[in-house]
């Protein structure tokens, strides 16, 4: 069936540095795309959205691009925190029910 | 405004047993989403409730059920559980839910282990 992936797993990153967690998904008629953080011991939260008619968009800090032509999201950290650690989810919005569709989810592990 | 709540936090049963876990959403918000969270699976959409309806069913068995009060508090149920049924639990609730492609917000989860 229709899934959304993603790439890796684990990204360790360099405190202060900039994070790139990506995603991809198969489906084409996908019109809405969201990004989650779940720290541990607590349920995700949301960090940004965007909508298929747009490329990117951009949060506190945060920014997601979209791919349409080869069905790729990535979701930027700039200057990554030690609270940036927890795992991230992309997840896609199929059809006009609100059912969301989630990638596996990346763990971001931040380095002092 | 408080957040989502769940309860209980924690809950261990055995196989053949039934439970039932507790949603209660952020105050306003009709829409009451449920999730199946396992390391294997990730996370997996069961059902969404709203104004007392299921709108939205994911592909579960008969075993898993629901139900949405008029307040929007939300039960979730699970008979006959099977030792795959452990999982962490997630509520989400949020404004409107449906086409309007609102976020939701997520409580922190019943923790169920079946033994």
């Known amino acids: 069936g229709e899934s959304v992936g993603l790439h890796l797993p684990t990204l360790s990153v360099q405190e202060g540095d900039n994070s790139i967690i990506n995603c991809a998904y198969s489906?084409?008629?996908?019109?809405?795309f969201i990004w989650y953080k779940q720290e541990s011991g607590k349920g995700p939260q949301f960090i940004i959205d965007i909508r298929s008619n747009m490329d990117k968009r951009q949060g506190q800090r945060v920014t997601v691009l979209l791919n349409k032509t080869v069905k790729h999201l990535s979701l930027q950290i700039a200057a990554t925190q030690p609270g940036d650690s927890a795992v991230y989810f992309c997840?896609?919005?199929?059809?006009?029910?609100?059912?969301?569709?989630w990638g596996a989810g990346t763990k971001l592990i931040i380095k002092p | 405004k408080a957040g989502v709540t769940q309860t209980p936090r924690y809950l261990i049963k055995t196989r053949g047993q039934q439970v039932t876990l507790s949603c209660s959403p952020i105050s306003g918000h009709r829409s009451v989403s449920w999730y199946q969270q396992t390391p294997g699976q990730g996370l997996q959409f069961l059902f969404e409730y709203f104004s007392e309806t299921q709108r939205n069913k994911g592909n579960f068995p008969g075993r898993f059920s629901g139900r949405q009060f008029s307040n929007s508090r939300s039960e979730m149920n699970v008979s006959t559980l099977e030792l795959g049924d452990s999982a962490l639990y997630l509520c989400a609730s949020s404004p409107r839910g449906g086409r309007t492609n609102e976020k939701l917000f997520f409580g922190s989860g019943t923790q169920l282990s079946v033994l």
């Open positions: 997840a896609e919005n199929i059809g006009d029910d609100y059912q969301l569709i």
């Open positions: 489906n084409s008629a996908s019109d809405y």
